[in-house]
């Protein structure tokens, strides 16, 4: 079975060429940096007026000095035309220097800016967005504003400047000439809205290609276990090659397709300008109407006239660019934050750990289907509460809404008295500890990993919490013990040391509420054995939310809660359950036993 083709997802913004958003947040960005701008401005009108004073210089030389036979006035003009050089090129040097400091110190905010603000975004963001397009925004759309704030803004007002400069020079010396020079600028004019239009859909289309080749990227490599797994290594190269970049290839090709048409046409028109002012300035100067240093000189002026046109063509391309890549960011910038802390949110102060649902109902948004219905519990300091019930019955939505990484549409979490709405989020989940069925492990080393629950614990603290859960032997097995590196998501562990040093971190976070959501069924039984007293030291004092499907893990809790389909079914301990003979018992029955059982076989004979 071919796997299915998905085009990339273009934004959902409206397509413009022009953006006073986008144009507006980047003056916003530019703003703290503006005297550097202004400071680069006035180097680029000094750069400009030695670029139009170039060709007037050769004038002079041709008309008063060789023409009135006087070698001084020669060497003057050529020493003033050194001398505009030489202003030209230290003032571009030193604009240049100043323009890359800003334009690098404009993207470090706005990087900044996209990393605070993807770090406060709602899980319900991240589980609709690939972390191949968000990449692509942070690294390849940035990058394109950065080449338009460093290069293109004070570059299309030097080309403005110049042309201003040299219309003005040329008028100055003959008006017939300019006329004649500004002839072909409606046919520029007719062929850039020509191009417009056409390159406009296309740089969208190139960022969207971008974009999808980053997604799958993303995808297969950190699927890369699976790939291999499945033996999926060329059918997945076959999809990246004849879809995926062929599709990427395509567009760029495309896109350059049309640039290639319209930057000849540019340049075609210039030369024709200058064949024309050579043809009929030639035979002006024969009859003496025109000197030969003017004619000279309108020639230099028409390269040079062409030179910014040119330019400012392609900072056209920029822009289209820089508008889509724009639109993009705004787009990420503008993504809901759906949690948020109120104005007057509190500081939670420690917590003992009480625990209230009162008439919870919640509902992913754009899904009407509730999740979760008319859930109240109330749970004690210190009480560990196990939820069990089947796939999709609610449990891990239910966690997550007392971590607040989501609010309940209807209904109140409160903890000690405290709404969870009323508090702020970082003082909540400073005091809660979270273990997840497949933990993630940062690259770096196995001490940093640990410490990352408190970064204040010191080494001893972090070997302590370790032998409590049963990681210290392993870790000292380790190449470098403690220091040993795990590479990004662990990937030089096993999935129980990851799942070991999870619990080690948890641990020395020293959490008041405790959340283990399939904690231990990444880890063989052997070693669940192990962890089994450290868990109970673990929950010991401490509130504590357990979900689960095996029974060593959740016999033992104070209070079992049954979920189905989102509401509470059935509530009590172990044996009141099991007496009860309800939808608990039939779990037992079906699947906890026959897990148990099969696993202390393993044990047993292994």
């Known amino acids: 079975m071919s796997r299915k083709v998905t085009p990339p997802q273009l934004d959902e913004l409206p397509v413009k060429g022009y953006d006073p958003r986008v144009v507006e947040n980047l003056i916003s960005f530019i703003r703290p940096y503006k005297w550097r701008f202004f400071i680069a401005l ?36 050529v020493l ?14 030193i604009r240049v220097n100043i323009m890359a400091r800003a334009g ?7 990087r900044s800016r996209l990393f605070k603000h993807l770090q406060n975004l709602s899980l319900n963001f991240f589980s609709h967005y690939s972390v191949g397009r968000v990449i692509t925004r942070i690294i390849n759309d940035v990058a394109v504003l950065r080449e338009f704030i460093t290069w293109a803004i004070i570059a299309v007002v030097r080309d403005f400047v110049t042309l201003f400069g040299i219309i003005l020079a040329m008028f100055s010396m003959n008006a017939k000439l300019s006329l004649l020079t500004l002839s072909v600028l409606p046919l520029m004019a007719f062929a850039t809205i020509l191009f417009r239009r056409k390159a406009r859909d296309k740089y969208r289309e190139v960022r969207a290609a971008i974009s999808w080749v980053n997604s799958v990227l993303a995808e297969n490599i950190n699927g890369i276990r ?29 896109a350059a397709r049309i640039a290639s048409v319209f930057f000849p046409a540019i340049d075609f028109l210039g030369i024709l300008a200058m064949a024309l002012v050579i043809w009929l300035g030639g035979s002006a100067a024969q009859i003496e109407q025109i000197t030969p240093g003017i004619l000279v000189a309108f020639v230099l002026y028409i390269d040079r006239f062409f030179n910014p046109i040119r330019d400012l063509s392609r900072r056209y391309d920029s822009f289209q660019s820089t508008m889509a890549g724009g639109e993009r960011i705004l787009g990420l910038l503008d993504a809901h934050q759906e949690v948020t802390d109120a104005e007057n949110a509190q500081v939670l102060p420690p917590i003992k750990g009480e625990v209230v649902f009162r008439n919870v109902n919640y509902h992913y948004p754009g899904d009407e289907r509730h999740v979760l219905k008319d859930i109240h519990l109330h749970v004690q300091p210190g009480e560990s509460l196990a939820l069990v019930g089947k796939t999709g019955a609610g449990k891990s939505t239910l966690v997550k809404l007392l971590s607040r990484f989501y609010d309940p549409t209807a209904g109140v979490i409160s903890i000690d008295g405290c709404d969870l709405r009323e508090i702020r989020q970082e003082s909540l989940r400073s005091q809660m500890g979270v273990v997840l069925q497949d933990p993630f492990l940062f690259s770096g080393t196995v001490l940093e990993n640990i410490r990352f629950g408190r ?8 070997m302590e919490a370790a032998k409590a859960v049963g990681a210290h032997d392993f870790i000292l097995r380790l190449r470098d013990g403690y220091e040993s590196s795990v590479e990004e998501g662990g990937v030089l ?33 052997q070693t ?30 104070d209070r079992i809660v049954v979920l189905d389909e989102g509401k509470i079914i059935e509530e ?31 044990f047993l004979f292994q």
């Open 528 to 557: 669940e054995l192990v962890i089994q007293a450290a868990l109970e030291r673990l929950m010991e004092g401490r509130t504590s939310f357990i979900i689960a499907h095996r029974l060593s893990t959740v016999i033992n809790a």
């Open 455 to 462: 970064l204040t614990a010191s080494d001893q603290e972090v």
């Open 42 to 77: 006035i180097l680029m009108i000094i750069s400009s007026v030695a670029v139009v004073s170039g060709p007037y210089f050769v004038k002079y030389a041709l008309d008063e000095g060789l023409g009135k036979g006087s070698i001084t006035t020669l060497g003057r003009a």
């Open 572 to 602: 009590g301990t172990h044996d009141q359950l099991m007496a009860l003979g309800g939808h608990y018992y039939q779990l037992y029955e079906t699947g906890f036993t026959e897990s148990w059982q099969e696993e202390q076989k393993r």
């Open 104 to 110: 690098q110190s404009i993207i470090f905010d706005l």
């Open 226 to 254: 699976v790939v291999q797994a499945f033996a999926r290594e060329n059918v997945n190269y076959s999809f990246f090659k004849d879809h995926v970049n062929q599709y990427n290839l395509d567009t760029n090709i495309s």
């Open 493 to 525: 562990l096993s999935v129980g040391q990851r799942q070991l040093i999870s619990f080690t971190r948890a641990l020395l976070a020293d959490p008041k509420i405790l959340i283990l959501d399939e904690a231990t069924s990444s880890v063989d039984t």
């Open 80 to 93: 003033f035309y050194l001398l505009a050089a030489f202003v030209q090129w230290l003032s571009i040097y």
